[in-house]
């Protein structure tokens, strides 16, 4: 049997951010912050070593403004403004990403989510092995026989791989029934208003009894509960608004093509100066072993 190839696609700000929280703040000589990407770059480099991708790519967010704002304006309201300290580590893992010949890319309109969720799509269609890696379980409505996604725990040192299988021995769901789990329970973190009082164990026992969102709508009569069929009846429209925002869009106008993130190897000399220049000198004997 041929040996597919593997594609690996990384949601840029959700390790990013994970990278921040989890390592304390560390800075080098110069004084720029560099625990995010210290934290990035350890983890990329374990998968590089463990995965040996043909292809990867690293999305992120484009800007604040998606086309899911158009749907609902408080969409992703209320969260809080990013550290200072953050947000200047940015433009530091893409000039990381440059110095490793990784592909980086964004989309403006669009969330990390859809970019990966387009080319996972793509990339199963052509036979591809595709690894996504996120802390965020949305991303879990992905999974398939060809698409794995690798959820960080305990900030991004450990990940847990949902396969099909995986995914219904967790959540007693299948992977096709994510989206409306998400829409009934909402996201706090991306006011997605969801249910009230609908929470994911609810969710989920509902999915269990009725299979979808509309097939719970087309038989509300038998919901147990009166305060719950109350919600549910009072508040289709925002469930039916939380399935929207949740669902990946697997068709965005992606302009890149899966032979322009083939990976081929990292620059060693301009790795080895920036490292340097970070003050990475654990990560720099990591290199020489290579």
Do not use: C, W
């Amino acid at each position: 049997m041929t040996d597919k190839q593997k594609l690996i696609l990384i949601d840029g700000n959700s390790i990013l951010y994970r990278a921040f929280f989890a390592l304390p703040l560390l800075s080098n000589d110069k004084g720029v912050y560099t625990n995010a990407v210290f934290g990035f770059t350890k983890m990329l480099m374990k998968v590089l070593e463990e995965e040996n991708p043909s292809h990867i790519m690293i999305a992120f967010d484009a800007g604040k403004t998606t086309f899911r704002h158009a749907k609902y304006k408080d969409y992703k309201g209320g969260r809080q403004k990013t550290p200072p300290e953050l947000s200047e580590q940015f433009l530091l893992v893409r000039e990381l990403l440059d110095a490793s010949s990784i592909v980086h890319y964004e989309l403006e309109q669009y969330e990390a989510d859809d970019i990966i969720g387009t080319l996972a799509k793509k990339a199963a269609q052509a036979n591809f092995n595709v690894q996504v890696i996120t802390g965020d379980k949305d991303m879990l409505q992905l999974v398939s026989e060809d698409i794995h996604v690798q959820i960080t725990r305990k900030g991004i040192s450990e990940l847990d791989i949902y396969t099909p299988e995986f995914l219904e021995e967790k959540l007693t769901i299948k992977p096709e029934q994510v989206i409306d789990m998400k829409a009934l329970m909402g996201d706090s973190s991306d006011n997605i208003p969801g249910v009230t009082g609908v929470g994911e164990k609810t969710a989920i026992k509902l999915l269990n009894q009725f299979g979808t969102l509309e097939n719970i709508y087309q038989n509300l009569d038998q919901v147990n509960g009166k305060k719950l069929k109350e919600n549910l009846t009072n508040q289709k429209d925002l469930a039916f608004l939380s399935k929207e925002l949740v669902t990946i869009n697997q068709d965005s106008p992606v302009e890149i093509e899966l032979d322009q993130i083939a990976y081929k190897g990292y620059d060693q000399s301009r790795l080895t100066a920036l490292f340097k220049d970070l003050g990475f000198k654990s990560l720099l004997s990591s290199l020489d072993g290579e």
